[in-house]
C-alpha cells in the first residue's frame, strides 16, 4: 500500500510510515480527508480545533491539520482583533484627555 501522507510505498503491515511517521492504520483511509467544514469549526472555536487536533493528530492526520489550521487562524484573527480594540480604546482615550484636559 501507498502512505496516505507522503505517498511512498510501504509494507502492508506496517502501521507507521517509515519515511514520514505518520501511522498509517488499514489500507484505507478510514474516513481521513482534509475538511473545509472543521477547519471553519477551529476557526470560531480555536479550542474545539485544538483538542480535535490533538485527538485525531495519529488517526486522522489531515482531518487533525484542518482543525488545528482553521484553530491557528482563528486565534491569530483574534489576537489582531484584540489588539486593534486595545489600539482604538487607548487611541479614543487619548483624544479625549488631549482636548479634555486643561480646562
Ligand atoms: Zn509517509
Redo the contacts with the bound molecule.
Sequence with gaps: MF??????E?DDKAEI??????R?KGSSGAGDAPSAGFGVLGFFFPLIGLILYLVWKSDFPLKARSCGKGALIGVIVYVAFVILYVVAIFGIAGCIVASGGGY
Excluded: H, L
Excluded at 502512505?3 to 511512498?8: E, H, R, S, W
Excluded at 510510515?17 to 505518520?22: E, I, Q, W, Y
Design positions: 502512505c496516505k501522507n507522503c505517498g511512498k510501504i510510515c517509515p519515511n514520514c511517521g505518520v498509517v
